[in-house]
């Protein structure tokens, strides 16, 4: 198994371009999640997918930021136009659904991609 | 989600157990104990976790007290490469959906040799 794949691994990029960043899940898994880590904010929650359906955006910092699945084998992180303080650590991650007498859902994340934005 | 405490920092010696502490007084009843680990320049890695009952795999073991409201991850023989920040997460499982891991600051692991 390749495990979560993401690219790019690193991106920079000058303020004001947009940005894609992608990923593709574990074969199998029906949730996927997009999470940003920084040196203040630690590791945050953007947003995640249950079978392609988005389920909580709550932690997407502002309308710059969409996210998309348009299949169960890939997802999108757009930010445009992209701005100095998005620089972070992105991370994506996906999992396969509990059923019942398997209450375990581990999260498997991608390598992830860092970006910087001048 | 429960609240976690952990301390910010320690180490241990090469090939001695590490014993990382977690608080987590306000959990509830149908509330797990997650344990997650970041290597420096990697993404987070699942390492244990566990309900009531004490755990162990591969990796690790998972000593809950008996009133659940404090839990210790134990690295038998630790080595280098566990060198990473370890993450005591506590949260709600419900079967057929998924939920997001909600991360605190961790405890910084240093094995040294």
């Known amino acids: 198994d390749a495990g979560v794949i993401q690219s790019p691994r690193h991106e920079v990029t000058e303020m004001g371009q947009e940005v894609t960043l992608r990923c593709k899940p574990i074969s199998g898994h029906n949730s996927l999640f997009w999470y940003r880590q920084t040196m203040m904010r630690g590791l945050e929650l953007l947003i995640y997918f249950n079978n392609n359906v988005p389920i909580d955006d709550s932690g997407m910092p502002e309308d710059r930021f969409s996210a998309k699945m348009p299949n169960a084998s890939f997802s999108t992180l757009k930010i445009q136009p992209s701005e100095p303080r998005d620089s972070a650590v992105y991370f994506c991650?996906?999992?396969?659904?509990?059923?019942?007498?398997?209450?375990?859902?581990?999260?498997?994340f991608g390598p992830g991609t860092r970006l910087l934005v001048l | 989600d429960a609240k976690t405490t952990q301390p910010t920092s320690m180490d241990c010696a090469e090939g001695r157990a590490a014993n990382l502490p977690c608080n987590h007084s306000?959990?509830?009843?149908?509330?797990?104990v997650y344990w997650y680990r970041q290597i420096h320049s990697q993404g987070p890695q699942y390492i244990i976790h566990?309900?009531?009952n004490n755990e162990t795999n591969e990796m690790a073991s998972l000593i809950i007290t008996e009133d659940r409201k404090s839990s210790t991850l134990i690295l038998p023989h630790a080595t280098l490469r566990d060198t990473a920040v370890y993450y005591c997460?506590?949260?709600?499982?419900?079967?057929?959906?998924?939920?997001?891991?909600?991360f605190g600051s961790g405890t910084q692991l240093t094995v040294l040799p």
């Open positions: 306000t959990i509830s009843g149908n509330e797990y």
């Open positions: 566990g309900l009531k």
């Open positions: 997460i506590v949260r709600v499982e419900t079967e057929g959906s998924a939920r997001q891991l909600t």
């Open positions: 991650a996906s999992s396969s659904r509990l059923t019942l007498g398997n209450q375990q859902e581990t999260q498997y």
